[in-house]
């Protein structure tokens, strides 16, 4: 069966908001009626400039069949390899909290798999490569940890790594089930590392690269060889993409010339994606079989109606389709079914 290819892609300006969706309203002891209206208005307006729907799009940009999910605060959201369902992070602004969800593409048909306390949120969900497993970043009682659960809902979540610091970013499942990455970074600059799955024994995270400047989003290659990541210049605002081997020397590769998002790898081996600059979406010609090389990238796809996107995530399977979360009332208004429900 020939394979095709997909990639989930989030609106910037929804993405860069839903960091501060969930900071509380500063309003402190029992709220008075006028504090009350007030805290209603800051959320109704957040939920209005923010809230996003999710639409499918095959490689050449054109839509495909009609939004859905209902209109919401999402953060991460991300396909499993068969595309048929979206694992998503749900902000709850009332209760200041953030929640992972399933949601059945074709049905429609949602799942909630975890229930924070208020301020307690989770964030960073990836698939197992069997599509049966979720893997999530929860903070608990002030602890961040790394969970997974069935993304049936079966069975109790499993507690993976304690985290002793903060700010872990969960980015990655490797295609052989082994590994989990991640990244950690502050002020102070970041650092990638992977983290074994496998054996009975305590898990320790080993350490891949560190850097005085900021690193997120480590993605394993599919033959588990390589990590690409984005870093972030602060000083001069902008971010790249490289790529670097997992273990040994060599590189690292900068594939970008400024990006807006990090990067993905197709299934086999052969693509690579990330939004540029101007945020088109880019493509690599890529190759692992020996040691790493790759082409100058071009542009593959240009944001539908100039709606600024960012990458997230990409599927293997399915009919090659794109999931954009599209931000706006009208956007949702125009793919309302007859019935006047979401489709």
């Not at 993405?15 to 800051?42: H, M, N």
């Not at 990638?192 to 290659?221: I, K, W």
């Not at 990006?259 to 088109?280: C, I, L, T, V």
Request: with cysteine; hydrophobic share 35%; net charge positive.
């Amino acid at each position: 069966m020939k394979n095709s290819y997909g990639i989930v892609i989030v609106s910037a300006a929804a993405a860069l908001a839903t960091a501060l969706l969930l900071v509380p309203i500063p309003i402190r002891g029992q709220l008075s009626e006028k504090d009350k209206a007030f805290k209603a208005k800051q959320i109704a307006k957040n939920f209005e400039n923010n809230a996003t729907v999710m639409t499918l799009y095959d490689r050449t940009g054109k839509q495909t069949g009609a939004a859905f999910g209902e209109r919401g605060l999402y953060g991460k959201t991300t396909l499993p390899p068969d595309r048929t369902r979206v694992a998503m992070v749900k902000n709850d602004q009332e209760n200041e909290t953030a929640d992972l969800y399933v949601l059945e593409i074709a049905s429609g048909k949602g799942l909630r798999l975890t229930t924070s306390k208020k301020t307690e949120f989770v964030q960073s969900p990836v698939w197992s490569p069997d599509g049966k497993q979720l893997a999530y970043v929860q903070i608990r009682d002030g602890v961040e940890g790394v969970y997974r659960r069935q993304a049936d809902g079966s069975g109790a979540e499993e507690l993976v790594y304690k985290n002793q610091s903060a700010f872990l970013g969960l980015a990655d499942w490797s295609l052989d089930g082994r590994f989990l990455s991640f990244s950690n970074s502050d002020l102070s600059g970041g650092a990638l590392y992977v983290l074994p799955l496998t054996g009975d024994a305590v898990r320790e995270a080993r350490e891949v690269f560190r850097s005085q400047l900021p690193l997120a989003a480590p993605h394993f290659s599919p033959d588990g060889r390589y990590l690409s990541y984005i870093q972030q210049n602060i000083q001069i605002q902008k971010a790249e993409v490289f790529i670097r081997p997992v273990e040994g020397s060599g590189g690292p590769w900068q594939i970008s010339d400024g990006a807006r998002s990090p990067g993905m790898w197709r299934n086999d081996g052969k693509e690579f994606y990330y939004m540029g600059q101007d945020f088109n979406v880019m493509v690599a010609q890529v190759s692992t079989s020996s040691s790493f090389t790759f082409t100058k990238p071009q542009v593959l796809l240009r944001p539908p109606n100039g709606v600024p996107l960012n990458i997230r995530d990409r599927a293997a399977t399915g009919n090659g389709s794109w999931c954009f979360r599209r931000p706006g009332v009208r956007s949702f208004s125009r793919s309302r079914s007859s019935t006047g429900k979401a489709r």
